[in-house]
Nanobody, 127 residues
Framework: QAQVAESGGGSVQAGGSLRLSCVAS????????MGWFRQAPGKEREGVAS???????YYADSVKGRFTLSKDNAANTLYLQMNSLRPEDTAMYYC?????????????????????WGQGTQVIVSS
């Protein structure tokens, strides 16, 4: 069964770093549009970063310059390196994937409903 699964969340102090991983068990993973979303308690889900089949990456303004999205095609794994973490980054982080025809910017903006969602991994940043 096709799926994505996240790992790597945890608790850190402000200014610290975490790396989230998302392993995709999807046929044709390499060409899929993929990315990360997050949802904090009482807030709507928001896009964090996305990557298209050509490797182009897109970021929410709130994480630009601090988060880096990368993909290891050999390992079927998507990574989100999060540096200079802030308390407002505290949220449940979800990996998602959709077919290659989905525009990665529309994906990031929540204009499409991805085909695949992970269960989420919690990130807590304390001040």
């Amino acid at each position: 069964q096709a799926q994505v699964a996240e790992s790597g969340g945890g608790s850190v102090q402000a200014g610290g770093s975490l790396r989230l991983s998302c392993v995709a068990s999807i046929h044709g993973y390499i060409s899929y549009t993929m990315g990360w979303f997050r949802q904090a308690p009482g807030k709507e889900r928001e896009g964090v970063a996305s990557i298209d089949s050509d490797g182009n990456t897109y970021y929410a303004d709130s994480v630009k310059g601090r988060f880096t999205l990368s993909k290891d095609n050999a390992a079927n794994t998507l990574y989100l390196q999060m540096n200079s973490l802030r308390p407002e980054d505290t949220a449940m982080y979800y990996c998602a994937a959709d077919n290659p025809f989905v525009d990665a910017r529309a994906f990031l903006d929540g204009l499409v409903d991805p085909d695949y969602w992970g269960q989420g991994t919690q990130v807590i940043v304390s001040s």
